[in-house]
Structure formats: C-alpha cells, structure tokens
Nanobody, 123 residues
C-alpha cells in the first residue's frame, strides 16, 4: 500500500522558517515528479512547488519563488520543502503529492496524496 506522510508543520511567526518533509512508502518515486500544494480556508488548493524525477528540475509558484526550496532524497524516498521568510498568507494545509504523467504543476495529474500538515504563520 502506497502512502505519503507529511511532517514538519506548525506555528511560526512571520519571517520565520519551517521545513516540511514527505516520506513515501509502498513504492519508489525516484523517477517521478513530486510536489507540494496548499489549501487555505475557503480557497482552492494551489500549487506551491514541484521537482521532477529524472532531471531534478524544480518549479515554483510566483508567490513562493525565492523563499521556498523543494528538494528530494531518493535514497530516503522523501521530498522536502524548506520555507523561509514566511508570511501570514502562507498559512494553509500543505499537501505532498507524487507521480504525475502531466505537468508537475497541475494537481489533477497526481496519483498519490498525503493527508496534509498545517502551517500557521502569525503576524
């Protein structure tokens, strides 16, 4: 059974940092894209960052570019999201996703999703 488990969320003050982790089990995702999406209360789920499986190319939403960094450790079957200079508008539930045949930034293509981890940024 495939599962993605996120961790690392929490409460942080504006300007602070958090590192999210997403550990996959049940199969290897080293050759597939993995991504982070987020959903704030009352809003649609939105793309945050993605990393391709083959080249390791990264993709970022404009709203997080320069502040967030996505990376992966294929030996650990884990993807990370380092979030710096956090803002109150970054408050959301963050979801990990894996394995998409479509564009890495499109949520509809991902076959596997984690349960989410809450990130709250206070002003």
């Amino acid at each position: 059974q495939v599962s993605l488990v996120e961790s690392g969320g929490g409460l942080v003050q504006a300007g602070g940092s958090l590192r999210l982790s997403c550990a996959a089990s049940g199969r290897t995702f080293s050759s597939t894209a993995m991504a982070w999406f987020r959903q704030a209360p009352g809003k649609d789920r939105e793309f945050v960052a993605a990393i391709s499986g083959s080249s390791g190319r990264t993709y970022y939403a404009d709203s997080v570019k320069g502040r967030f960094t996505i990376s992966r450790d294929n030996a650990k079957n884990t993807v990370y999201l380092l979030m710096n200079s956090l803002k109150p508008e970054d408050t959301a539930v963050y979801y990990c996703a894996a394995d998409s045949p479509l564009s890495p930034v499109a949520s509809r293509g991902y076959n596997y999703w984690g349960q989410g981890t809450q990130v709250t940024v206070s002003s």
